[in-house]
């Protein structure tokens, strides 16, 4: 039972939507839902915050878009940017940073910064999926703590938007988990002071990010269906043998299970928020 | 007792020492001289291999049946122990452990995931992996050691939490979160002692310690090596590999400024002799535990925060640029 992380799965996991109908068209102009399979414009999809106009199916944004939607560019003060130092030497990370930076033009994936929200200026951040997972090496977990650190410094409100699938980075091995700890405690430091954290957390907000920083706001809101949780259904479905509930670790769940304040569509998002500010000024 | 591929050729040494002295005893011939050339020839191999570990045989080291669990440490270490149960909330959970010992006519809160002993044990411990209930107990009575001013030793030995359907839905990453957390202010000191397998978040939610140590044969990091070679190579028969990689070794670990000493254990092992495992034990914690019981509160709770807010490599973009 030492090795119950081992073992490849000896089924097939399903997915629980019905595979949609597959139809030809020129990449660049469509997108095909993943939940309920139609076909929608991309100009649209733009136009509608990513959201599927059929069924509500909210697509995975990167960080500049999220930013977009919830302050203006001149409001928004990014933090010095870090870069990764590759602190345990871990064979082939160096390349797989380098390729995901030129692949989503951030540095690492957290963005964080100043920013005004509705008129309330916060300090906000956006850890994008899009790089390496959404993962948290040393570089996010700095860029964490130096905002909240710089919000305990102005009396700010933090905001952030997790969407950090990967979880603690295993590039990074140990410094990686000692982020959970660093940033813990960040949101510890700042939390005592009497100041207001906001969790928003994005699909999928799983393992390290999730067991530290990312639930330990006063208030944690999800995005409809994003996944939520510690371990990865995989390793949940290996280790027990047991078929996992409709919907597990989805938002939904989470908030029926009282682990979440609210769920929030993304089109909402900027008013709950800012609404949320606005009384805590 | 089960043996190691490694260990064969001292083992089988060691053998033919006995038979020798069996066949003096037998007969009339002197091979004293014989015998302590092999002896010390045996010693000098096992002094060899043992320094020469692999990570992974490390690793496997670290998970030895017969390697003390947390209880058979609390014995080793304390002259009196009480332990208490549940937490208030749900139901007690096997798989960790606590309660008030006796250190050296001190009174300390300890805490420790607790491995079981045989298959029943297993059973009942959930083999050692915590649910969030086990968490929420420990974080109980360490608010209860701040509350009478006791020091808190945790002993941790745990793969990870557990990755279960109701583990999750009842909180699993969330009560992690808060054992760091809370565990980062309480206002009383804390050492930390991983004693076998620091597996993740589910170790160090007890182990934001003043101190951190660790036994020679202990592993600590951010995923298990069989976890990590499953994401790498979709093989997780490839751990000894990626053990190497993850650099999760005392010595390693030393090195990088995460842990503050290495606990030597006896030549061969914890699980070889647990009385010498636990004086060892006893010198370091009482060394380590007079440092941090010294310090007043606030710088304690200063420096606390101060070790983990360093730890982390990167670079200014504008220099890595240059």
Known sequence: ?281 | MQAFEWEKPVLELEARISELKQFVHSSDMDFTDEIKTLERKASKLRKEIYANLTPFQRVTMARHPKRPTTLEYINLLFDDFVEFHGDRSYRDDRAIVGGVALFEGQPVTVVGPQKGRDTKDNIARNFGLPHPEGYRKALRLMKQAEKFGRPIITLIDVVGAYPGIEAEERGQGLVIAQCIEEMSFLKTPILSIITGEGGSGGALALGVGDRILMLENAWYSVISPEMCATILWRDSSRAAEAAQLLRLTPTDLLKFGIIDDVITEPLGGAHRDHVTTGLQMRSFIRRYLATIVKKPLEVLLEERLARFRQIGKFNEKAMADL
């Open chain 1, 1 to 281: 039972m030492l090795n119950v992380f081992k073992g490849k799965p000896k089924y097939m996991t399903v997915r629980p939507q019905e595979e949609p109908e597959r139809k030809e068209f020129p990449d660049n102009l469509w997108t095909r839902c993943d939940c309920c399979g139609k076909m929608i414009f991309n100009k649209e999809l733009d136009k509608e915050a990513f959201l599927c106009p059929s069924c509500g199916h909210h697509f995975r944004i990167t960080a500049r878009k999220r930013l977009a939607m919830l302050t203006e560019p001149e409001d928004f003060q990014a933090l010095t940017p870090l870069v990764s130092a590759d602190p345990i030497e871990f064979p082939g990370y160096a390349e797989k940073i380098s390729q995901a930076q030129e692949q989503t033009g951030l540095d690492d994936a957290s963005l964080i910064g100043k920013a005004v929200i509705q008129g309330s200026p916060c300090i906000l951040g956006v850890i994008d999926f899009s790089f390496i997972g959404g993962s948290m090496g040393s570089v996010v977990g700095e860029q964490l703590v130096r905002g909240f650190e710089r919000a305990l410094e102005e009396k700010l409100p933090v905001v952030i938007f997790s969407g950090g699938g990967g979880g603690a980075r295993m590039h990074e091995g140990i410094f990686s988990l000692m982020q959970m700890a660093k940033t813990a405690q960040a949101v510890g430091k700042h939390s005592r002071a009497g100041l207001l954290f906001i969790s928003v957390l994005t699909h999928p907000t799983m393992g390290g990010i999730y067991a530290s920083f990312a639930s330990l706001g006063d208030i944690i809101l999800a995005e409809p269906g994003a996944l939520v949780g510690f371990a990865g259904p995989r390793i949940v479905e290996e280790t027990t043998r047991q078929k996992l509930p409709q919907g597990f670790q989805t938002a939904e769940y989470a908030l029926e299970h009282g682990m979440i304040d609210a769920i929030v569509t993304r089109d909402r998002m900027l008013n709950y928020v800012g609404r949320l500010l606005e009384w805590h000024r």
